[in-house]
Every structure is written in C-alpha cells, then in structure tokens.
C-alpha cells in the first residue's frame, strides 16, 4: 500500500498506469473506466449539483463532472495529486487530508447531492468504512447519494476467487470492500458489478421509495395484486392470479416497491419460477416489474436485493433468474449458467447470483 509520499510519486503517471490494466483487463483495475463511466451518468443526470469527491486523484472524473456544470468538493491526502486535479478545476474546492484520519473541517459545513468515492476506500479499515459511511449519509441533501467505484466484490467466494487468480500480483495491504457483509450495516446498499474485480456500490438517504416483503394474509397483499392485474405486462395479470388463489407456499413471498400508497413495481421469491421441477434449480426471483413512468430509478435493483436479503434469512446460499434480457442482471451481480427451456415453452437465460 503507497503512502503519501508514494502516491506523490506515482501521480504523474497515474492515469497512464490504470489505463494499462484496465485494457488489458487485469487485476486490480480490469472494468476501471466502466466504474467510472457509470458514476459519471448517475451524476450528469441531474443538472447543476455539489458533487463531494473523497479521494479525487489527478481529477480523472470529477473534472468532466465539474466541466458538466457541476460543483465540486474534494479530498485527497496526496498534495501533487490535489495540485495536478486544481489545475483541471481551478473553481474546485479541494483539500489535501487522510481519510483514514477524518474528513478536513472546510467539508463538514456543506450538504451534498453526491458523495464520490473512486478507488479509495480499499484503503480504509472496514470499520472505518462504516463510520466515513455513516459520516457521508449525514452530510448529504434529502435523496442525494452516496456512490463507491473501488475494487469489490459481492461475496467472500468472489474475492477469494479473484486472490487466487491473481497470485502473486495480489496486494495483501488493501482491505477490499465485500457488499454482503458491508450490507450488514447498510441494509439498503446495492452493487452493479464491472468486472470480475470491480463494481459500483450505491447508497441513497431516504428518498421515500421503501420496498417491502409480504405474503398471503398481509395488508398489502391484494393492493398488490390488484396492481399486477392492471399493469401493461401480460405476466402481470398471471401473478395477480396465483395470488388470489392460493398458489403461493407459506414461505414463498412478493417484493413490492412503493412510495407513499403508490406501488411502483414487484418481483416475487419462489421456489422454482417458469423452471421445470426435474431440473433441480431453486429458488428464484421472478416476475420483476417496474412501471414505465418509475424506470430509470434502480427500483428493479431494490427489489432484487430485498428478495436476496429474504433468501439469506432462510439459508440460502444463491438465488436463480430467468430472462430473455441481455446485459442487465449481469449487474447485478447474477451470472449467465445456461438457456432453458420453461414451463411456458419459452426458451430463456439461466442466470444465478450468489448470496
């Protein structure tokens, strides 16, 4: 792990170092200008807002940001890299001090719509993470987000997978940020991988969406039905069926995603979905639906993870999706196991994820 004066060093050649191992797609920065790429378009999004970037480098993203419009704050505790990134943003505010030591005081009197973390957090201890966390939670405005680029991975499995893999290139020093166990503290976190070493992990402040699990019998249970039956969806209506008669087993449950009294999608958690018995695979997540006027919000990627947490709670170890769609559960977090064929007659992705 470099220290300042490392960092000093390394950061006239920075960029140049990570753009080689993201090209070539090695450990640790394969999926690097994904991660990035991705924060960017969260955050351009939404016009004209203050962005805090904790540990902002040479400036490689917050100077597009900060060309789009926005405002930007920033810590980092390397004085080349802040004098590097000052000269691409010279309205920043930027401000030279460890992480790992605390936020310097000038960031502690804002409210932000943004809290940016590329590539710094494998730097802080996990209890330090929490708190920074817990820190960044308070300083932002209502609905504002926190978003961290960084090397991770969903599981425990995955990292050890990915040690292995790399041998010796593995860095020992560096405490890599595992989002099922940091969703211990952060329930409501989600992660969209970007490669087999990296990802994006999102919080929000409370923006009012909740989700929900219910079952037969709960308050909620032919509000949501009668949602499913009226969607523009045809599986819809099949849904709204099965539960209004009795098709669901005592612990099999319905995601639902509401704000307020509205639902604004659901996905349910059985054990074997449009999969034929024989097959052996169980249990699924399926039915996801968001309504069209709510997409773009990440609501498919709440209810995806509120049904994962339910299967955990039971003792399961991986949960199983069907769909025809390209590109997009790979996400979050589900890998492609083969195409089969359904008890519709419908020939479909396998995808699993584990927990």
Not at 18 to 33: H, M, N, T
Request: proline letters at 2%.
């Amino acid at each position: 792990m470099l220290d300042r004066k490392g960092f000093d060093l390394w950061a006239d050649g920075y960029d140049a170092a990570v753009g080689l191992s993201d090209e070539d797609g090695s450990y640790p920065f394969a999926g690097y200008k994904a991660v990035l790429g991705e924060i960017y378009r969260v955050i351009m999004e939404k016009p004209g807002t203050s962005v805090l970037d904790l540990g902002f480098g040479t400036g490689t993203l917050t100077s597009r940001l900060y060309e789009g419009g926005h405002e930007i704050y920033g810590q980092d505790f390397s004085g080349r890299m802040l004098e590097i990134a000052s000269g691409k943003m010279p309205g920043a505010h930027l401000y030279t001090g460890d992480l790992a030591e605390g936020l310097v005081p000038q960031l502690l009197e804002n409210r932000y719509d943004f809290a940016v973390a590329t590539y710094s957090f494998h730097h802080l201890t996990d209890e330090r993470k929490v708190s920074l966390i817990r820190q960044l939670l308070d300083l932002l405005s209502e609905g504002g987000m926190i978003l961290i680029g960084d090397v991770a991975f969903e599981t425990e499995r995955e990292l050890d997978i990915c040690r292995s893999q790399a041998g010796e290139e593995w860095d020992d020093e560096e405490i890599y940020i595992v989002a099922s166990e940091l969703r211990k503290e952060f329930p409501d976190l989600m992660f969209e991988t970007k490669s087999f070493c990296a990802g994006v992990l999102t919080l929000r402040k409370e923006d009012g969406i909740r989700t929900d699990v219910i079952k037969e019998g709960d308050g909620l249970w032919e509000t949501a039905a009668e949602y499913a039956s009226g969607v523009s969806w045809k599986a819809g209506p099949y849904l709204a069926n099965m539960m209004r008669t009795g098709q669901f087993k005592d612990w099999e449950r319905v995601i639902i995603a509401r704000e307020g009294d509205e639902i604004l999608g659901f996905c349910d958690f059985t054990e074997y979905d449009d999969m034929p018995q024989e097959k052996g695979y169980s249990p699924f997540i399926g039915f996801v639906f968001v309504g069209e006027q709510h997409r773009g919000r990440r609501i498919s990627q709440r209810m995806i993870e509120k049904a994962c947490q339910y299967a955990k709670s039971l003792g399961y170890s991986a949960v199983y999706l069907t769909s025809t769609e390209k590109g997009l559960y790979e996400k979050y977090g589900f890998v492609k196991v083969s195409e089969e064929d359904t008890v519709f007659d419908t020939h479909e992705q396998l995808f699993i994820r584990s927990i």
